[in-house]
């Protein structure tokens, strides 16, 4: 009988330690949905190679995440949306533009990819299970980010997105 207690205790605990986020991960809130990812780890390669992707911005007055409404003010219910939205972007405009001759600068920009891979497919599974609803306000504000984008250069557009990466973590973490 004790036996069973024990095993009963230990299987719980096991559970229960199987649903904790690991170690530096967060669990991100996008409307109805959660997401457990290693954003200490997405930051720390994005803040070994901000200066070098920022340098290579040619025009410093237009912001592709942060024009007037673009991110700001994003209500709850939209957020799973435009999150899936701006993923999408990110691996199918911005990660694909992003090479430079620096090979460590490569591998930063292809280990946050993967980051954003993974997210994706975490981020589609709520998605596909119609948890991610998209309203008008979210289509808008994800079609303004698309028009500041498809204003410029492919691969000066795609730098600028990727140095503009904290202003879109800071929006998934808040």
Known sequence: MKGSHLFLCLFSMSCWVGLMPTAGNKILHFGACRVSMSMTEIRAGFTAIK???QARDPIRTLSILS???SLHKVKSSDRCCITHHLLNFYMDKVFKHCKTEDSYVNRKISSIANSFLSMRRKLGQCHEQNQCMCGQESTE???E???NYEGMNVTSAAMKSLGELDILLD????
């Open 67 to 69: 024009s007037p409404r």
């Open 145 to 147: 980010i698309l028009a």
């Open 171 to 174: 929006w998934m973490e808040k």
């Open 141 to 143: 504000k994800f079609k």
């Open 51 to 53: 200066a070098n992707i």
